[in-house]
């Protein structure tokens, strides 16, 4: 069994950075297709970025790309998320997810196996 457990999120101030941090343990990390998600109030969750096994393949949403970066150090087991020029649009609870196997370049919560509990980031104006 998977467990994830992320850490790095806060208080940040518009314009300035954050990274993100997925701890996972259990099963084989390298082979799993990994992502982050946020869910704001009120909203539904969304897809933010992913990255396949190896780590050579990344992708993100229109509305993070060019500012957010994700990778993965397997050695660590350890998915990460840089967060650059932050915005208050970027506040919400960000979650990291796995998937059994690479499955390409999945975007929907229903194709992820795992999740973790969740990190805040709030980012003021």
């Known amino acids: 069994q998977v467990q994830l457990v992320e850490s790095g999120g806060g208080l940040v101030q518009a314009g300035g950075s954050l990274r993100l941090s997925c701890a996972a343990s259990?099963?084989?990390?390298?082979?799993?297709?990994m992502g982050w998600f946020r869910q704001a109030p009120g909203k539904e969750r969304e897809f933010v970025a992913g990255?396949?096994?190896?780590?050579?393949?990344?992708y993100y949403a229109d509305s993070v790309k060019g500012r957010f970066t994700i990778s993965r150090d397997n050695a660590k087991n350890t998915v990460y998320l840089q967060m650059s020029s932050v915005n208050p649009e970027d506040t919400a609870v960000y979650y990291c997810?796995?998937?059994?196997?690479?499955?390409?370049?999945?975007?929907?919560?229903?194709?992820?196996?795992?999740w973790g509990q969740g990190t805040q980031v709030t980012v003021s104006s």
């Open positions: 997810a796995a998937a059994r196997s690479y499955r390409g370049l999945i975007r929907q919560p229903s194709e992820f196996d795992y």
């Open positions: 259990g099963g084989t990390f390298s082979m799993k297709s």
């Open positions: 990255i396949s096994g190896s780590g050579p393949t990344t």
